[in-house]
Structure formats: C-alpha cells, structure tokens
C-alpha cells in the first residue's frame, strides 16, 4: 500500500478495518435505499482525503521534491492506485463522493474556481460563462445540465471524471494562517509588501513542516486572497496585504519596494554561500598544503580571492540597498505621520466648524456672563423682600435654648444617681441579710456538734464498764476449782 492509504487508515477512525468493504464498495446504490449510510460513506471519504491533503500526504504530477498539493487534489487514476489495497482494491465509488462535495461546495472544480467572476463567499460561483471554457468543459457541463445539475451527477454508479477540485477547507486554513502572520499589530506596511517570489519563500510550509506548498497551491490561494476574501492586493508580481481600511491596489512603489526586498534578500543569500565557499576553499588550501599539493593549493587560494572580491561586491551592494530601504521605511514612516497629522486637521476644523468661529464663542461668553448676573440680582432682590429678624432676639432664644437643655442633662444625671444609690442600698441590705443566715446557720451546726459529743461520750464510757465486766467474769471461770 502507498503512504496515503497508510496514512489514512492509522489517522481515520472511520476507516477500520471492519469499515473498509463498505467504504470500497461500489455505496452509491445506497444513496436512495440507504442514505445515512450513503452519507456516512461520502463524509468519511471527503474527510480522510482532504486530512490528507493538508497533512501532504496526496502527491501530484505537478509537484516536484519536498512540493506537495495541499489545497487541491487530483481526481484520476494516480489517485486511485495511491488508494488501492491489495484486499479491496480501489475506491469503486469516489465519483459520487466528489459529486457530493462538489454539491456542497466543499471541493470546486479548479478550471472553474479560476474562471469565476465571482467570490467564493457568494452563492454565484455556480454561474459559468461557456465562452471562456474549453469545448470538452463545455460538453460536460451540457451533460450534466440535462441530469438537472450544473455540476456533479445524480443517480447510481457515477464515474470519476478526470479533474483537479479544489479544497474549500485546506484554502480557507491557510489563507487564516498566512493573514495572522502577515497583518500582525507588529507589522510594518513596508513588511505587508511581498513580491512573489518572496510570498513563495516566506509561506511555503504554512500548513506543514515536511512538505512546502505546490506552484498551483499558490496560484489557487494568491486568488484567493485577492478576489474571495479581498484580504490581499496582487497583480501577478507582487502583493500587498491590506490593514485597516487601506485597501488600494498595487502602485508602482509598491513594485520597487518588493523588488528591493527581493534584491536584498537574495544577495544575503548569495553572500552566505560566499562565505561558506571561503571557507570550504580555504580548508581545502590546507588539506593541499599538508598533502604536498602545491597546484591544488594555489589553486584553491585563488578560488578563495575571487571569491572574497565577489563577496565584497555583493556586500557593499547590499549595504547600499539597505540604506536605500531603510530611507523608504523612514520615508513611509513620515507619510503616515502626515496622514495623521492631515487627518486630524481635518477633524479639528469640522469641530471648529461647529462652535462656529472665535466671534461665536465671545458672544455665547458674554450672553452666558450676562444671565449669570441676572442670577445674583435676582438673588439680591429675593433677599432684600424677606422679612427683618432682630438678632439680639434671636440670641436670647438660643441661650434659652442652652440653658433648658443644661437643666435637662442635670436632671437625668441626678435621676441616674438615685437609681445607682438605690440599687447599692438594696444590696447592702440583701449583704446582711446574708451575713445573719449564715451566723444563725453556723451557731445551730455547733449546738448540734456538743450534743453529738455527749451522746459518743456515754457510749464510750458504758462501753468501758461493760468490758471491765466481762473480763472479771472470764478471769473467774479461768481459776482451778478446790480438790474435793
């Protein structure tokens, strides 16, 4: 198997193994007994494909070395033995899938992509022009006019036509990728500016690392960006990205400005191959020297001075154009700053405009001062209408006033007092109360202390006889009776 089936199989989860007889098989017959399934069929297809495309995965004839297609893919026989598995063989029904995407404009024809005078973003690009197709463009899509479709076929078995479709999704991906890169808030309008060639260096592996876009990759997005989305401005040669509300088209310094950029980035080039030869030669010059070649030697040493003269030369060039580009990034700096500058003139006179002029202004001053002293004569004539009040008389009341609440603060300190005196009374008397209980409690708990001290007293005394008793009456019993 080739590397896009490989790759398709180890990335799609549709594509396992137990899905593979159906998505081999000739599924257009399904597309009115079984549409889900049909369905399922197309999206997995159009979906591993286009995957593929973008990953650099589909190969084109077009397209040479590390180059690959990635926004377009070939629909022929190359396609289906790259997709050819020795247990199912080819994809019998990928005519319906490009049909159906084509449908959807998912994928659109290249020819017709191209011949469009509309954008893709309008419902338009259906419209065909017959006169600016081939014959054979122009028989197919008679054909398929009297199915009842403009583009694609209907019915079962459809056959793959032989054709190069564009890929809506891949176009649309890069196209993002490329304008964030060259639009950033950082950017410069000088760096908005790119001849193609340097457009072409600069973006080559936009969507992939291993693999650098096909020429007809860029032909595709160039027009694109210029016509679909209006994101670019392109002429053929050179290209200028729009900012903002700038969207005039290629002027002539714009052609200068990328021809020196191109200049300049060429002889950099140039100069480091340079350097590298210089050094390789004068590696080689040593290796002479050690092995006793003395003509390889000289030899190589006068590669070397030709080689520093051209360097030299292609230095100082370079340094000239990069003084002669710094001078035009400073000029187009200044131009910018007037165009500010003008701007804002602009917005100053319409605001002058509508305050009318200095003479307006003094007028409103002067009528504005005047009805502000309106206000303090009106105020005076208010004040001079209301009634006399004699302040001595107004005194007398406020020291009143102070007096009274003297007597007020008095009487509620001397209420809090009694309160407190009172409170103090009733429990010094609850103090002695206390005290009493406790002397009369104490004083009985004696009196009933002696008499338990009697009572064990007697007890013990008693006891004391009893005992004397009882040792007596043993101390008899225990003497020997008299012989008889």
Do not use: C
């Not at 701007?343 to 001062?369: D, F």
Request: aromatic share 4%; net charge negative.
């Amino acid at each position: 198997m080739g590397e896009l089936v490989d790759y398709i199989i180890s990335h799609e989860d549709a594509f396992r193994k137990n899905r593979l007889p159906s998505l081999y098989s000739d599924f257009s017959i399904q597309k009115n007994t079984n549409p889900d399934g049909y369905a399922v069929n197309v999206a997995a297809w159009e979906s591993a494909l286009t995957k593929a495309a973008l990953a650099g995965y589909v190969a084109s004839n077009s397209a040479s070395g590390q180059k690959r297609d990635h926004l377009s893919l070939s629909a022929d026989e190359n396609l289906l033995r790259d997709l050819e598995i020795p247990e199912w063989g080819r994809p019998v029904a990928l005519g319906s899938v490009f049909d159906e995407a084509v449908q959807k404009r998912r994928m659109i024809p290249l020819e017709l992509y191209k011949s469009s005078a509309f954008s893709l973003k309008t419902s338009r690009w259906r419209v065909v022009d017959p006169g600016i197709l081939s014959p054979w463009n122009v028989m197919n899509w008679s054909l398929r006019q009297l199915k009842g479709l403009v583009v694609g076929t209907e019915g079962t078995g459809a056959t793959l036509d032989v054709q190069r479709l564009v890929l809506v999704e891949n176009l649309e991906e890069a196209a993002k990728r490329i304008i964030n890169t060259a639009t950033g808030i950082d950017i410069s309008p000088l760096n908005r500016i790119y001849s193609k060639e340097m457009f072409v260096k600069r973006f080559a592996t936009v969507l992939d690392q291993g693999t650098a876009l096909s020429d007809n990759d860029f032909d595709i997005l160039l027009l694109h960006l210029s016509r679909d989305i209006k994101a670019a401005a392109y002429d053929g040669k050179t290209i200028k990205f729009h900012s903002g509300g700038d969207s005039s088209p290629i002027a002539h310094e714009d052609s200068t400005i990328a021809s020196i950029k191109t200049l300049i980035s060429n002889l950099t080039e140039q100069a480091l191959k340079l350097e590298q030869k210089i050094n390789e030669l004068n590696l080689t010059a040593k290796v002479s020297l050690n092995n006793k070649n003395r003509i390889s030697a000289l030899s190589a040493l006068k590669s070397r001075k030709i080689a520093e003269h051209n360097l030299k030369q292609r230095s100082d060039t370079l340094n000239q154009l990069e003084e002669v580009y710094n001078k035009i990034e400073q000029a187009v700096g200044q131009v910018e700053i007037v165009r500010v500058m003008e701007a804002s003139t602009g917005v100053l006179r319409s605001l002058h405009a509508q305050t009318g002029g200095i003479e307006t202004v003094e007028k409103v001053v002067e009528n504005l001062r005047e009805e502000m002293s309106k206000v303090d004569e009106i105020g005076n004539a208010i004040d001079e209408a209301a009634p006399v009040i004699d302040e001595g008389e107004i005194d007398a009341e406020l020291e009143a006033l102070e007096k009274q609440e003297q007597r007020e603060k008095e009487d509620e300190e001397e209420k809090n007092t009694r309160e407190k005196l009172a409170e103090l009374d009733s429990q010094k008397h609850a103090a002695q109360e206390v005290a009493r209980k406790l002397a009369e409690l104490q004083k009985n708990t004696e009196s009933a202390d002696d008499s338990l001290l009697a009572v064990s007293i007697g007890k013990l005394s008693n006891m004391s006889l009893d005992e004397a008793e009882m040792e007596r009456k043993k101390q008899v019993e225990e003497e020997p009776t008299p012989a008889q």
